[in-house]
């Protein structure tokens, strides 16, 4: 046991805490840009998984990696422009809406797969993104191999989530995006069109959702498997929830997560087959929702989220 503590210092288990976190870290900034802007997103986990097929099978046809992440994005934003109509448009429930399309998003990938690669037994290998190694940069002690040596869309998942977090601050759209989640009426009232902000963040933070799927396939692994984001997106859900939908708070949980990931694999593999695997597998599930009820329990959603807004109303 002493020897698994161990693993928390060393810069092996960070650098893998930070690969495991970087789907979720773009996850989490697309459910933070959706819910700022008063819509929960909850076709996420299908979301994730169409842009895993997706940027994989675009890449396998000869698209370029950078052109598998451009294809995953474009399917994200179609996937959230049709949740956008859905809830924004036509005011639908958001909840039966995320859904509907999480199990469209999911089957549609499954057939789309089936139907690109039919008799296939098992999918072919691309090759992914490989690790950079900066001049430099990589060479520093501590944060050198735990950023530095990651894949470009590790770095690219931090540099988003740092942006999304500026742009919410700092300038006059973000600041409408959150004054739309909070009062849209107000925003009306200034002029703006509510459906208009609504739906753009939606499409664009479907687009980062799908970057999130692009990674397992492009980066973290070199091919697409059923049921590979497993769960990841209702995760999200739940870490927006715990970061107060503030987005550097969501990198902070997303790390945490990907902290506990790695370190119940150093678990299993210290415990030598002697405990079910299983049991470890649970173990950032249950650790999630422990933080998730400490760390929640104070947070304020926006006032408007889940809220359909009518022009006109007041």
Not at 60 to 69: I, N, P, Q
Request: proline share 5%; net charge positive; charged share 10%.
């Amino acid at each position: 046991m002493q020897a698994s503590l161990d693993l928390l210092l060393t810069v092996a288990f960070w650098a893998a805490a930070l690969r495991i976190a970087t789907p979720l870290i773009f996850g989490v900034a697309g459910a933070v840009l959706c819910e700022r802007a008063g819509v929960l997103n909850l076709g996420i986990e299908g979301i994730m998984t169409a842009g895993a097929m997706t940027g994989w099978l675009a890449v396998h046809l000869g698209a370029g990696l950078w052109g598998g992440v451009l294809v995953a994005m474009l399917t994200g934003a179609g996937l959230g422009l049709l949740l956008a109509i859905l809830t924004v448009k036509l005011g639908l429930s958001q909840h039966v809406s995320g859904l509907a399309v999480t199990l469209l998003a999911t089957s549609a990938s499954y057939f789309g797969y089936r139907l690109a690669l039919p008799g296939t037994a098992s999918p072919p290998r691309i090759e992914p993104f490989r690790p950079l190694d900066l001049p430099v940069l990589s060479d520093l002690p501590v944060i050198g191999p735990i950023l530095f040596q990651q894949t470009a869309l590790t770095l690219l998942a931090i540099a988003t989530i740092l942006a999304l977090g500026l742009f919410l601050a700092r300038t006059p759209l973000g600041l409408a995006v959150r004054a739309v989640g909070e009062n849209p009426a107000a925003v009306e009232a200034q002029g703006i069109d509510v459906h208009a902000l609504r739906l753009g963040a939606v499409v664009a933070g479907s687009a980062l959702m799908a970057l999130g799927g692009a990674f397992l396939t492009l980066s973290a692994f070199n091919a697409f498997f059923f049921e590979m984001v497993a769960g990841r997106g209702w995760i999200c859900i739940a870490l927006t929830a715990f970061a107060g939908w503030r987005p550097m708070k969501a990198l902070l949980g997303a790390l945490l997560f990907g902290a506990f990931d790695a370190f119940q694999v150093r678990l299993q593999q210290a415990s030598g087959g002697m405990v079910p695997g299983q049991v470890f597998l649970m173990l950032p599930y249950l650790l999630s929702i422990a933080a998730l009820l400490v760390g929640a329990r104070r947070a304020s959603a926006p006032k408007a989220l889940m809220r359909p807004y009518i022009r006109g109303e007041r």
